[in-house]
């Protein structure tokens, strides 16, 4: 039999869920039985005849009774979503960032423990051959000192006005997730953590940050983060949304037989030997692989239990006690219209990848002391 399949949050990054979702459709994987969104429907892609939208997901889950259901609502909503969905008897592929902590992490997985339901999470780019093989090739690099993320993007003040919880902390008494490290490049942050964790680095231990903004919202645009392991291993993370040349995302690591170098959106690699990056075509679709884990008990790329350490780095920089990100002044900042640049700061980037060091050790003059948090046990 097909499954049925429902996509809550059909808005926004909703719109590319329905595409795949219609091309599963076509490819005879799935069959939709319902979205829904609490905005009415934007219309491209246009909504199926005779599928129904609701604006309550529980309406949804009530009254289509899907044996699927895709789960692309704000990072905060998905916890309560996700156990609904559950107690439908629903296997789920959830949108990153899963939960907003380690509680919340526990009691889901508690939640498909007893109800034998299955969780995807939605870091499709662990999904990649690309990155296989740079996650094989690490152990050959002999004693790596750190796996590192860096990536350069452009957000602007639109960006900042898409929805009533973008750069915010709070709202309506619930926190929100979404600083640029858990949540727009969540992705480099997780491929790292998944980096250390393929070579039994332990469990993340420690955390030091420094989370910057260049304009007045709650959460940071511009980030730096060591983490370490068990074993001494350092992932260290250099993002921004405030950047210059634009790099789309990049893991790396270094030992004493060479470097490896992921570009994890464009699944493009250059290992030990490689003259530069070249692409690996590739990249299982996680919802397909999550309607194989149901029909022959495949395993899933990104199960929920696999984002356990992303949500300990989260959780550290989420809870209410964290202070706000330093605002940098206009000094620092070049403002051309709605866009907001930090001048140098790609070269800065590099360097802190290079070197592992933060900005702060390295004496740049607009750095301030990082946050230091022991990361709670996993």
Known sequence: MIPTIALIGANGHGRWHRRRI?????????RLKALADTRPLEEDPPVPAGVPVFADHRDLLAEAAPDVVVICTPPHTHLQIALDAIAAGCDLLLEKPPVASLAAHRTLTAALGSSGRACQVGFQALGSAAWQQFRAALPGLGPIGGITAT???????????RSPWAGRRVVGGRPVIDGALVNPLAHAVMQALAGAQSLGAGRPRQLVAERYRVRPIEVEDTAFARI?????LQVVIAVTLAGEDFVAGEIGARGP???ALLEYPTDRLALPGDDELREVPGRTDLLTNLLDHRASGVPLLVPLAATADFTAVLEALTVPDVP????????VVRIEGPNRTIPGINDLLHKVVDTLALPSEMGVPWAVRPLV???PVT
Request: proline share 3%; aromatic share 10%.
């Open 324 to 331: 706000e990100p330093h605002l940098l002044d206009d000094g």
């Open 373 to 375: 948090q022991r990361l």
């Open 228 to 232: 370490t392991f068990d074993d001494g």
């Open 257 to 259: 037989e060479g470097r």
């Open 151 to 161: 990536a350069s993007w452009q957000r602007d003040d639109v960006y900042y006005g």
């Open 22 to 30: 219609a091309e599963l459709e076509a490819a005879g994987r799935v």
